[in-house]
């Protein structure tokens, strides 16, 4: 398989001819003393605006370009009905301060996706309101030490296996808690290391379930056991939710808080970086803690519900995103119950098959079997001089996005490859040869790689020794005014 | 013939899908989904749709909400551009050669944004105007060089009116200054590099998003240069590739939670990325010109609308003198209730009710107006307020 992608010099916008500023009249309007005579903002027809980010996104790839085993990220298809739905007028122009009375549609849709997806974590409560997975664990954070407190409690210790997303430990660490990183043990944690952590500050215990190199934690009811005996709670960062949909639920494994990822688990796409959206669930007692407001239902209808004494207040403004919400809600509906058990069994199928097929090719440390991700070592071929970052872009050549590279830290030259269940079986076996054929194929030709991107490799250290963010830092680096 | 899961089963030695999920242990397992089964694609379009149906937008009924969030023209373009499904369906540009078109993009809203407040470097987005004051507040506590943590003012404020004494604020303090924005009105007033903000801050969905019932939005975040190695969230940086030809990539990632973990500037990850770039579209198709015809005629008009609305004996507005960007308070002699639902039974929705958030404010809301109100929208609302009983 070949690839050659777009090449554009394009220019910057600030580098293209701009009709000359008008004058625009602010007597009246704007107090002389603070009124602007000048907007570095330039004039260009609306033709050429349009035909620059067409060009710029033909050097882009995205999963409709290209098989995309981003690991963690769950970069599946997007389906395009729900883009049909979330650019309604009913969802875009809708002012979130509206009457209650003026938006029973948006809330009764909240209200019952709130429902739904209580039930598929097996949880009894959920707020939709967090953007993202990160602010989820924000969120569910400030609810364990919101929990403890009404107990009475201050607990700041939060204990994280070292197979955890980044995100969980900066989350931890943005509200102030003390992080207590536990080792793992043949790529799960390690019951004796959590013995000996939880106590008395165990304000909680972040678990990714299976964990960030695929493997489902078989003690997790064990786990659970160890921090609820020390008092803390256990907390589920749904990052790998593809994996275990109709199987088993956090509900279930005994966790007591969990974010989700609708633009992971439920599709909802990912925009080039967001936005995303990330709900948290929780079990009956830690309920009266949600952010303001809930959505609830009674005889007049749909309605928001500030009244929450205990609550922590708000993570953001309004409700959570919404056009997000309506995405997720609509592919959940789709799917049902029995296609949401069929996504993970398929999942979980391809990742197993794209490591079989791989083992002879790289090494796959840790036995067993995998859910939907696995990470490989690419260290058998460091003897030749070859690295994970030079697969990595050597794979661009032929037309595949590269996988989640150097993660988790406690694999060497990781490559963390998650299929996903939209790809084919043809897709994942062209995958399987490509890397085959490129892991013996002259290291000189890896090095000078990419070749077939729209730029050569790009010189990171550069970039961050002199951080150039903007024209106008460029202009004055460059010696401009 | 055998399916391709059969294939793939066989291939692997197992002979079906339950032998994957033998590492799942008994006692956590569930039979299944407690959910109805799955509909085919057009009974959930109908099914969406008719249950959104029951939403009033603002195109059904003439609406002066804003204090945050304004229903402003997007050209047609804009959407055109995010619907391109190589951005939409891409994600964070960790791979910069394969990512170059969303990266470029980024690095132009970044550089639109410091344009519109003389700053030096924005980042890619925060979740909204809320939390990017949230960790403008984090960043001012981590330069403090006194006891103030830092000074925060927005321009306009939040009734609406234009701050003019940014100067004056920020001689009082060496604190670090921080100033909201409402990005629009920026392409009229003095913007907040000229009176020494160290960050600024905004809600950015006024730049060619809608309002969605609230999200997503967009986060704006520029700061000076001092300032940028604290800055939370995605960064792009301009450099070179190999061939030494002009590339971008994400940058300053030792700022962030996957390389420094705890000690992070923030946990932020996914963010608004195509929010950025429908503001980048934007302000591209409207132009330095078109931007500040949009931003004075908010004025305009929130200026006539406030006029037209003291004429009416039972109201005062604006409450605060002064010029205004397109809202502004407007004071009944009866409690806001009351009004309220009078213009809701005559299909017009006021503007925010005040009294929730300042209680001494019970008989006033915050009106706005933009360029979208149609003249028959405007002398729906006059009606309806003169007939207030």
């Known amino acids: ?155 700041d210790e939060v204990i994280l296996p070292d197979t955890a997303h980044g995100t969980n430990f900066a989350s931890a660490g943005m509200l102030g808690f003390h992080i207590v990183e536990i080792p793992s043990k043949e790529g799960r944690v390690d019951l004796q290391a959590l013995e000996s952590a939880a106590g008395k500050k165990t304000l909680a215990f972040m678990l990714t379930n299976p964990n960030t190199l695929g493997i489902f934690e078989d003690h997790v009811l064990e786990i659970a056991d160890v921090v609820h005996a020390a008092g803390g709670l256990l907390y589920y960062d749904g990052a790998n939710f593809n994996a275990i949909l109709g199987r088993t639920s956090p509900g279930k494994m005994n966790f007591d808080i969990v974010h989700f990822n609708l633009h992971k688990t439920f599709t909802t796409p990912h925009g080039g970086g967001g936005p995303g959206a990330g709900p948290v669930g929780v079990k009956k007692p830690l309920e009266p803690f949600l952010p303001v407001p809930t959505v609830q239902l009674n005889g007049r209808g749909y309605h928001l519900d500030y009244d929450r004494p205990k609550s922590i207040g708000k993570v953001r403004a309004w409700y959570g995103n919404f056009a997000l919400l309506v995405r997720a809600y609509a592919y959940i509906l789709r799917m049902g119950g029995n296609g949401l058990r069929e996504v993970s069994d398929r999942a979980v199928l391809n990742a197993n098959y794209v490591m079989h097929r791989l083992k002879g090719v790289l090494d796959v440390p840790f036995g067993g079997m995998r859910k939907h991700e696995f990470v490989a070592s690419a260290s058998r071929v460091a003897a030749k001089g070859v690295r994970t970052v030079d697969i990595a872009k050597r794979l661009m050549d032929f037309g595949y996005h590269p996988p989640t590279v150097y993660f988790p830290h406690l694999v060497e030259e990781a490559l963390m490859i998650e299929p996903t269940e939209t790809e084919t079986k043809e897709t994942l076996d062209g995958f399987v040869e490509v890397l085959t054929k490129i892991v013996d194929e002259d290291p000189a030709v890896l090095h000078d790689s990419p070749h077939n991107t729209s730029v050569k490799r790009v010189d990171e250290v550069r970039a961050a020794r002199e951080p150039l963010l903007s024209w106008r830092m460029a202009k004055r680096a460059a010696g401009g005014s | 013939m055998p399916s391709e899961e059969d294939e793939m089963l066989h291939a692997m030695g197992l002979r079906n899908i339950d032998d994957l999920f033998t590492d799942i242990p008994t006692a956590v397992r569930i039979p299944k989904l407690d959910l109805p089964d799955g509909l085919p694609e057009d009974a959930v379009v109908s099914r969406v749709t008719s249950m959104l149906a029951a939403n009033r937008t603002v195109v059904d009924m003439p609406t002066f909400l804003g204090g945050g969030l304004y229903d402003h023209f997007i050209p047609a373009s804009v959407r055109a ?309």
């Open chain 2, 81 to 389: 551009i995010t619907s391109r499904s190589e951005f939409y369906t891409s994600y964070t540009p960790y791979q910069p050669e394969l990512s170059q078109g969303m990266l470029q993009a980024l690095w132009e809203y970044q550089s639109l944004v410091c344009e519109l407040t003389c700053m030096d470097g924005a980042n890619t987005s925060m979740y909204d105007g809320s939390t990017a004051l949230g960790e403008a507040a984090r960043i001012a506590h981590r330069i403090l060089s006194d006891d103030v943590c830092g000074v925060y003012v927005e321009n306009p404020n939040f009734f609406g009116r234009f701050e003019e004494q940014l100067e004056d604020i920020r001689r009082l303090t060496k604190a670090p200054f921080v100033v909201g924005v409402n990005p629009i009105a920026q392409a009229v007033v003095r913007p907040p590099g000229d009176f020494g903000a160290d960050i600024v801050i905004g809600e950015g969905q006024p730049l060619g998003s809608h309002a969605n019932f609230g999200g997503p939005l967009l986060g704006i975040f520029a700061c000076r240069q001092e300032h940028i190695r604290k800055m939370p969230g995605r960064v792009i940086g301009l450099t070179r590739d190999a061939a030494g030809q002009r590339a971008f990539c994400m940058t300053l990632q030792t700022r962030e939670q996957h390389i420094r973990r705890e000690k992070a500037m923030s946990n932020i990850c996914t963010n608004e990325a195509l929010l950025a770039v429908a503001a980048a579209s934007y302000l591209s198709v409207l132009g330095g010109n078109g931007l500040r015809r949009v931003a004075s005629e908010n004025i305009r008009r929130a200026k006539e609308l406030a006029s037209a609305i003291d004429r009416i004996e039972a109201f005062t507005a604006p409450l605060f003198n002064g010029a205004h960007f397109n809202e502004f308070v407007v004071r009944s002699q009866k409690p806001y209730a009351s009004v309220h639902k009078s213009l809701l039974a005559k299909g017009v929705h006021g503007g925010l009710s005040l009294g929730r958030h300042l209680p001494e404010l019970e008989n006033a809301a915050l009106f706005t107006t933009t360029g979208r109100h149609a003249p028959d929208a405007i002398e729906r609302l006059l009606k309806a307020l003169r007939e207030v009983r």
């Open chain 1, 1 to 155: 398989m070949s690839f050659r992608q777009a090449h554009w010099d394009e220019p910057l916008l600030i580098e293209k001819r701009s009709a000359p500023d008008e004058s625009v009249d602010l007597s009246g309007l704007v107090p002389a003393a603070i009124r602007r005579e000048r907007l570095g903002i330039p004039n260009l027809s609306e033709h050429d605006v349009v035909r620059h980010f067409t060009r710029l996104s033909q050097m882009n790839f995205g999963i409709d370009t290209g098989f995309y085993p981003l690991g963690s990220c769950t970069m599946k298809f997007n389906p395009k009905f729900t883009e049909e739905l979330a650019a309604l007028p009913t969802v875009g122009r809708i002012h979130p301060d509206q009457d209650e009375s003026t938006v029973q549609g948006a809330l009764r849709l909240l209200y019952e996706l709130q429902d739904i997806l209580a039930t598929i974590a097996g949880m009894d409560a959920v707020t939709l309101q967090p953007a993202a997975g990160a602010q989820g664990e924000y969120t569910g954070l400030l609810l364990a030490q919101a929990y403890h407190r009404d107990r009475g409690e201050e607990r």
